[in-house]
């Protein structure tokens, strides 16, 4: 049955907004939305579907999720050197395997303000809180990520960033080649280990 109690431009909102929270995801809402701002309309279906999906994405993000706690958590470290950069550009993506976890501040308008969201091969699993709890479903994604997070604290932040930009030639922190000889020795370039504080060259 076709959803009557909203409008196209009300089902787009919605899964705007929990798009940029990182709930939503996948090619269908995508496209749906890509339509939307082509178009300027949604069939009945595509209103229904994209109002369901969007209230199921806010309804998982309410519920498990939604743990808070003042105490530091496991990954602290990682919020504080994230939260050097600018707010609106921080993210990390190491690929180790099979998997690619990204690592991203949400949003300082969204409803996780200082929180940071993680994905998994493009598939949203969890956040950061800013204290360093790790709060995500259980599943293989979550222990992919886990892992990460572990060797970077174990390792410690900046080294294990330098590490892997050394090891992969990628730059873990904008995700970019890394073609200057210098900085293929320090594992960063110079842009990022100005953003970052991190000594080079």
Same mark, same amino acid.
């Given at each position: 049955?076709?959803?009557?109690?909203?409008?196209?431009?009300?089902?787009?909102?919605?899964?705007?907004?929990?798009?940029?929270?990182? !709930?939503?995801?996948?090619?269908?809402? #995508?496209?749906?939305?890509?339509?939307?701002?082509?178009?300027?309309?949604?069939?009945?279906?595509? #209103?229904?579907?994209?109002?369901?999906?969007?209230?199921?994405?806010?309804?998982?993000?309410?519920?498990?999720?939604?743990?808070?706690?003042?105490?530091?958590?496991?990954?602290?470290? $990682?919020?504080?050197?994230?939260?050097?950069?600018?707010?609106?550009?921080?993210?990390? #993506?190491?690929?180790?395997? =099979?998997?690619?976890?990204?690592?991203?501040?949400?949003?300082?308008?969204?409803? !996780?303000?200082?929180?940071?969201?993680?994905?998994?091969?493009?598939?949203?699993?969890?956040?950061?809180?800013?204290?360093?709890?790790?709060?995500? =479903?259980?599943?293989?994604?979550?222990?992919?990520?886990?892992?990460?997070?572990?060797?970077?604290?174990?390792?410690?932040?900046?080294?294990?960033?330098?590490?892997?930009?050394?090891?992969?030639?990628?730059?873990?922190?904008?995700?970019?080649?890394? #073609?200057?000889?210098?900085?293929?020795?320090?594992? $960063?370039?110079?842009?990022?280990?100005?953003?970052?504080?991190?000594?080079?060259?």
């Amino acid at each position: 049955m076709a959803d009557k109690t909203h409008t196209p431009q009300e089902a787009y909102d919605m899964m705007a907004y929990q798009v940029s929270e990182g !709930n939503l995801t996948g090619n269908f809402v #995508t496209s749906m939305m890509r339509q939307f701002e082509t178009k300027g309309t949604l069939s009945p279906k595509q #209103t229904t579907w994209a109002v369901k999906l969007s209230t199921e994405a806010a309804h998982k993000e309410s519920d498990p999720m939604a743990y808070e706690s003042d105490d530091e958590g496991d990954y602290i470290e $990682v919020v504080q050197f994230m939260k050097k950069a600018d707010l609106k550009k921080a993210r990390m #993506t190491f690929t180790v395997g =099979r998997l690619t976890t990204t690592l991203y501040l949400a949003p300082a308008h969204g409803k !996780n303000p200082d929180h940071i969201y993680v994905k998994c091969n493009g598939k949203y699993v969890g956040k950061v809180t800013p204290v360093g709890h790790l709060v995500a =479903r259980d599943g293989y994604y979550k222990m992919g990520a886990q892992a990460i997070l572990d060797d970077m604290v174990a390792t410690g932040i900046e080294t294990y960033v330098l590490s892997y930009g050394k090891k992969s030639g990628n730059c873990c922190l904008c995700s970019r080649t890394l #073609t200057d000889d210098r900085s293929l020795v320090a594992g $960063v370039g110079p842009i990022c280990a100005k953003r970052y504080g991190i000594q080079w060259g």
